[in-house]
């Protein structure tokens, strides 16, 4: 290696670890009260979804029974499949070693940190100076859009946020330099997307990494043929590093209510043009931080500021497409973002929009729209940083040295503008999201139940459903069967029962849910009332019960409801099948036997019965693919009773009943990435050391004979 390769690398790495020192200051700074007291929680509302969701994971983990299954939430669910626990997640192991309030302080640092780093490597790259680099790293990490996530508590989006730039950085260098092995590590920071939480960010990865590939086809650096061999390899590394996330999630959500979306559900949550107005004034229409926001719902995917400076210096690229060509695609992309974020609101937007919704798989699914802004704000601000440089590069041409060091100065003032303007602008978004209380306070200063009905429902033992007075996932904290949970996506079927039913006691679908205890404000009609707002169900049906009668009904979940509220319909005598249970007579008078749960955790329920003859056992838990039962151990089938929930033929006399939940398609996602893990790190393990051996060689000198 001669002298002058070392020293520019010695520049490049002096470059690199130089950024990374300011942004960690600056990072310190913003979130220097987090840091340094320990209880203070960080996040908003939605912070009630997904830490108790996170905590509940971690304690499956710490007492090595990983919840596969989740029977408290919604009914049940199968939890694993659920992106926003961020199961895989790396930050996973600060709540191994914290409390949740402090890990997940740590987790928003790193993340934010990562964030602006990658924009930062990403435009050192590009031959940018460090100052172009900070400036486009705070201005992604530290604008309106991630600080507004904090405020909601949209833990897993802030998450994923980091491995965007990422992803895009090792994309555009495995594109540059026909490298397959940075396409793998594209392929991995699009996995962690997934990891923290959110596949919607995947999928704007996925779409803007289709873009830039396009832009390197028709700017003629690569051929069709590359450009298609490339891409499905990218595809192949993506799905192969994150089938332990894929195959469950997409069991999951093709039983869900979020598979049948309408066109019209996704355009609740679109990006009107006024709110563009946001680049300019952050504050336009009031802040959540003082309470005079009166704009629509969404704030947190609506409002954008990457500051100022930032914002000009992207607009005067439009001036030098010919003289930084990377500029076009980056216009292009952020206009791209920009229109299908507006769905519907303009015609242009819409006629965009429709394409997409029909011909991007998954993109039907995508349910708020204005989250596509976060692939605008990353190109506009890696745009600003490419201008910026020009503007201000580094040059001998001839120039007085006294003008050089005033172009220098000039940068920097610029720099630390955009520095204060973010730090005037953020310093309200931090105080609005800390609560400056322990995770457990958060969600017990508004009771589940008044005291002293709270301890009664912790130790009814028919495990009951119950409604709380709020809407938190507390309830996984105490193991309480809540009959609905904020997370907008549940079994379909369920829904009959989760969206349905309204009038508590008066309702036979409430009663077949055992839901027994609420409490709503509001008088449902229970005939007997203990406490303030508490109500008791005092004919609900058990949660398990044994049957000798059934009916087989047909037309879907629709018509299973009209059985279910028919007059002639027998409760407790008669299950409603889709198919015959051919063993089993179809008698219907009432069996006089007794059933209990004797065992209730996250997969697996025993239930212990006796019965004078044959019938049909009961559980009022959601019917899904993966539960396995068995008699006295036994193996034998699940029947979907009364549309949504499980039955199986059982003998007379008495026995035990154990229905465990076995995904297969959890294991196998796992066995598939566990698989491409591996040999994707070994890939990378060779190539070290290979790159090593050719190093040495190089700087060892030839003897000469």
Known sequence: MT???????????????????????????????????????????????????????INSLKNRTPALWNPYASMGEPFLACPSIGAYSIFNLFYFIF????????????????????????????????????????????????????????????????????????????????????????????????????????????????????????????????????????VIFFFVLAACQILP???????????????????????APINLWHFIEPNFLGSVCTNTWHGRWGYQSLVNYIGIIPLILFLIGIFLFKKIPQLLWLWGMAILALLLSMGSST?????????????????????????????????????????????????????????????????????????????????????????????????????????PMFQKVLHDPTFPRVDPANRVCANMYYHLSQRSSPDTCFLSEMGIFIEGPTKLGNDPLLDLINLKYSAYPNDFGFKKKEGPNFWVNQKTDPRTFIASGYQIVKGGILATKNALLSPRFQARKIILLTHHPKFLGDSNPAIDGKARIVNYRDNEVSIRYWAPRAGLLFLSD???????????????????????????????????????????????????????????????????????????????PMETH
């Open 3 to 57: 002298s002058t390769d070392s020293t520019t690398k010695w520049n490049s790495n002096y470059k690199i670890w130089w950024g990374v020192f300011l942004l960690l200051i600056y990072d310190i700074m913003m979130f220097h009260f987090p840091l340094f007291h320990f209880q203070a929680l960080i996040g908003g509302n939605d912070m009630t979804i997904f830490l108790p969701y996170k905590v509940y994971w």
């Open 99 to 234: 409390n949740p309030a402090y890990a997940t302080t740590l987790t928003y640092f790193f993340s934010l940190g990562l964030a602006a780093l990658g924009v930062y490597v990403f435009l050192i790259e590009k031959g940018c100076m460090w100052e172009c680099g900070i400036l486009g790293g705070i201005a992604y990490a530290f604008g309106a859009y991630p600080l507004a996530q904090m405020v909601t508590g949209e833990y897993a989006l802030v998450c994923a946020l980091p491995w965007i730039p990422w992803t895009l950085y090792f994309w555009d260098k495995g594109l540059n330099q026909k490298n397959k092995t940075l396409f793998g590590l594209a392929a991995a920071s699009c996995a962690w997307t997934l990891f923290q939480g959110y596949p919607q960010i995947a999928l704007y990865l996925l779409m803007a990494c289709a873009w830039w590939i396009f832009c390197f086809w028709i700017s003629r650096k690569i051929t069709l043929k590359q450009a298609i061999q490339n891409g499905l390899l990218f």
């Open 249 to 271: 999630s997409y069991q999951f959500v093709i039983h869900t209510n979020r598979w049948h979306m309408s066109y019209w559900s996704c355009m609740t949550d679109y990006l």
């Open 347 to 451: 015609p242009l937007s819409s006629l965009i929009f429709q394409i997409f919704y029909h011909w991007f798989p998954g993109f039907s699914k995508n349910r708020v729209l204005g989250r596509m802004m976060i692939i605008t704000d990353f190109s506009m601000v890696l745009g600003a940083g490419l201008v910026f440089n020009y503007i201000f590069q580094y040059s001998s041409d001839q120039k007085p040295q006294s003008f050089l060091i005033w172009k220098k100065w000039i940068a920097r003032i610029l720099l630390i503008g955009t520095v204060l303007d973010l730090v005037h602008f953020g310093r309200p978004f931090f105080k609005a999201t800390l609560l400056n209380t322990t995770h457990h306070l958060f969600y017990v200063t508004d009771p589940l139940f008044p005291q």
């Open 622 to 700: 959601p019917y899904f693919p993966g539960w396995k039962a068995s008699i006295d151990g036994k193996s034998t089938k699940i029947f979907r009773a009364d549309g949504a929930f499980r039955a199986v033929v059982v003998p007379a006399g008495h026995h035990l009943v154990t229905m465990k939940y076995q995904p297969k398609w959890v294991y196998i996602g796992l066995l598939i990435s566990a698989i491409g893990w591996i040999v994707f790190l070994g890939i990378l393990g060779i190539n070290f050391y290979n790159k090593k051996q050719i190093k040495l060689i190089e700087q060892t």
